[in-house]
């Protein structure tokens, strides 16, 4: 070979990441363990416990399960204890909202009810390719999301330097919302991008792939290119979302009043930073607003939705059939534009 060439091959390699999960290389990784609630109200708290975490058979198997499952938990203690995360997994990454130190009132709240997984690679890139392999979940209640973050918020926190979101779904079977089925018949593909989160101009960057017959549970490929022109995002290389990078900026095509936050960064800003991968399987929240599901919501709107979900589990739970209610991942690939 020639050497300028196997040079070019060397570089492109090096400078890519790939994980085809055959071991569980967790310094490629950061694993979040805090019960903040992730920013949407959301019932979980992740964990890096390998109940939730771990490789088999060549796969990557992000999995909720009960709270009270884990050895240090009983229907006791979900309602009237504390859940210290340093103690229980040695790190607690986010400590705001008591993110790392939780304590029950049986007449109130509870502690969280379920235990997940969600990872971040510690690798960063800006612009290419992102391909997983994976097979997303089927249950009540659970959200799946592929998705990217910056790595820095270098314009300022959410969603101020952007979000990217290839893909994310509701596991219920049936999730009517303003009349149209939106459960696991359904992926989600937007970015979030604005001043503030009460501007964020996501509803201009959103789009949906649903199938009438069946279910996105299976194998698929879900993809992103992303480039100074454009950002694509693809299930088996078909296109789901395109939104290519407005003329006059994102502020413009958002609309947005004042001094635009992004006029020091590129033409595409926020988008034109580094990013990193992120999978998650969050549990309830706000993603799952008023609708007609397979099972009725059983939080609805009280100031105690964890307990509420916790006390139906009776009628949900047996949609959680074992690992079909994790996100399994074949592999991860990204091949940053050279």
């Known amino acids: 070979?020639?050497?300028?060439?196997?040079?070019?091959?060397?570089?492109?390699?090096?400078?890519?990441?790939?994980?085809?999960?055959?071991?569980?290389?967790?310094?490629?990784?950061?694993?979040?363990?805090?019960?903040?609630?992730?920013?949407?109200?959301?019932?979980?708290?992740?964990?890096?416990?390998?109940?939730?975490?771990?490789?088999?058979?060549?796969?990557?198997?992000?999995?909720?399960?009960?709270?009270?499952?884990?050895?240090q938990f009983d229907e006791s203690r979900l309602y009237d204890g504390t859940m210290d995360l340093r103690n229980l997994w040695h790190t607690c990454t986010y400590s705001g909202y008591d993110g790392c130190h939780k304590t029950a009132n049986g007449h109130g709240e509870i502690l969280p009810p379920i235990l997940s997984?969600?990872?971040?690679?510690?690798?960063?890139?800006?612009?290419?390719?992102?391909?997983?392999?994976?097979?997303?979940?089927?249950?009540?209640?659970?959200?799946?999301?592929?998705?990217?973050?910056?790595?820095?918020s270098h314009y300022g926190g959410w969603p101020r330097s952007g979000d990217i979101d290839i893909i994310e779904s509701r596991g219920n079977t049936k999730a009517v919302i303003n009349g149209v089925n939106q459960g696991v018949n359904q992926l989600v593909s937007k970015i979030n991008w604005?001043?503030?989160?009460?501007?964020?101009?996501?509803?201009?960057?959103t789009t949906v792939r649903r199938k009438e017959d069946g279910d996105w549970h299976d194998w698929h490929v879900y993809s992103m290119d992303w480039t100074p022109d454009h950002i694509i995002t693809y299930v088996d290389d078909s296109e789901i979302l395109r939104v290519d990078t407005p003329p006059n900026g994102f502020w413009n095509l958002?609309?947005?009043?004042?001094?635009?936050?992004?006029?020091?960064?590129?033409?595409?800003?926020?988008?034109?930073?580094?990013?990193?991968?992120?999978?998650?399987?969050?549990?309830?929240?706000?993603?799952?607003p008023d609708g007609d599901y397979d099972n009725p919501r059983p939080w609805g709107h009280s100031s105690h939705p964890k307990k509420d979900i916790w006390e139906h589990r009776a009628d949900w739970s047996s949609t959680w059939r074992g690992e079909e209610a994790a996100m399994v991942i074949d592999y991860i690939e990204i091949i940053p534009q050279q």
Request: net charge negative; glycine share 10%.
């Open 1 to 71: 070979m020639d050497f300028t060439l196997l040079f070019a091959v060397l570089i492109t390699y090096s400078e890519a990441f790939r994980d085809d999960f055959n071991t569980w290389n967790a310094s490629s990784y950061i694993v979040e363990v805090s019960a903040w609630g992730g920013g949407n109200n959301e019932f979980q708290a992740y964990t890096n416990d390998p109940s939730n975490i771990y490789v088999k058979g060549g796969n990557l198997y992000l999995r909720p399960t009960f709270t009270v499952d884990h050895a």
């Open 117 to 152: 997984g969600k990872i971040t690679t510690d690798f960063s890139f800006t612009y290419g390719r992102v391909n997983v392999r994976a097979k997303i979940p089927k249950g009540d209640w659970i959200w799946p999301a592929i998705w990217l973050m910056p790595r820095d």
């Open 194 to 205: 604005g001043p503030d989160y009460q501007h964020n101009a996501a509803s201009k960057t």
């Open 254 to 288: 958002g609309g947005f009043h004042g001094n635009d936050i992004w006029a020091n960064g590129g033409r595409n800003a926020p988008f034109d930073q580094p990013y990193k991968l992120i999978l998650s399987v969050a549990v309830g929240g706000d993603f799952f």
